[in-house]
T-cell receptor, first 114, second 114 residues
Framework: DQQVKQNSPSLSVQEGRISILNCDYT??????FLWYKKYPAEGPTFLISISSIKDKNEDGRFTVFLNKSAKHLSLHIVPSQPGDSAVYFCAASGSGGSNYKLTFGKGTLLTVNP | DGGITQSPKYLFRKEGQNVTLSCEQN?????MYWYRQDPGQGLRLIYYSQIVNDFQKGDIAEGYSVSREKKESFPLTVTSAQKNPTAFYLC?????????????FGDGTRLSIL
């Protein structure tokens, strides 16, 4: 039972355009959401997070949007750069004593074409 | 520079052999974690530790063991009881398992069977 789903295995965009990566979750106890970026043979790098009390968080070119009623979050990258090409993982955790556990989606491979 | 160091980067195991993966952090983080990644999959939690001399099983702990004798170190042993050990293993740490804080990852160890 996949509690965090990234339904698009891959996404291709042109340099300078917007990249939108999507993530859906099923567990209503999740209240903290994160995006990680991963290059081959390296560990994931934390990008940005959002708690359930907010619906938007922005950090430079990266913005995460959270729609709690739809159990959906998205990562926007504007403008996209070739160096953004990587696998992006969405992750979620619950509150209180269980928020040690990050539940990950399977990832979306983003390719930014020059 | 502060960070998480995993060694070795590549490891080979013979049938019936136990192997130990090293994870060291100098971020002064209390919590440490071990994840496993299989091709096309998200990360799955093996074990985590909230504090020295304490650790808890994650979702897929069977065939693995850990210790946390020092704050900086959280080695993972893949025992001969783990029948499908070939995977990419990632160690992570965070300031706490209680607060909503991102986990930061090392660069991983790829384990293969000879």
């Amino acid at each position: 039972d996949q509690q965090v789903k990234q339904n698009s295995p891959s996404l291709s965009v042109q340099e300078g355009r917007i990249s939108i990566l999507n993530c859906d979750y099923t567990n209503s106890m999740f209240d903290y959401f994160l995006w990680y970026k991963k290059y081959p043979a390296e560990g994931p790098t934390f990008l940005i997070s959002i708690s359930s009390i907010k619906d938007k968080n922005e950090d430079g070119r990266f913005t995460v949007f959270l729609n709690k009623s739809a159990k959906h979050l998205s990562l926007h990258i504007v403008p996209s750069q070739p160096g953004d090409s990587a696998v992006y993982f969405c992750a979620a955790s619950g509150s209180g004593g269980s928020n040690y556990k990050l539940t990950f989606g399977k990832g979306t491979l983003l390719t930014v074409n020059p | 520079d502060g960070g998480i160091t995993q060694s070795p980067k590549y490891l080979f195991r013979k049938e019936g052999q136990n192997v130990t993966l090293s994870c060291e952090q100098n971020l002064n983080h209390d919590a440490m974690y071990w994840y496993r990644q299989d091709p096309g999959q998200g990360l799955r939690l093996i074990y985590y530790s909230q504090i020295v001399n304490d650790f808890q099983k994650g979702d897929i702990a069977e065939g693995y063991s850990v210790s946390r004798e020092k704050k900086e170190s959280f080695p993972l042993t893949v025992t001969s009881a783990q029948k499908n050990p070939t995977a990419f293993y990632l160690c992570a740490s965070s300031t706490s398992t209680v607060l909503n804080q991102p986990q930061h990852f090392g660069d991983g160890t790829r384990l293969s069977i000879l």
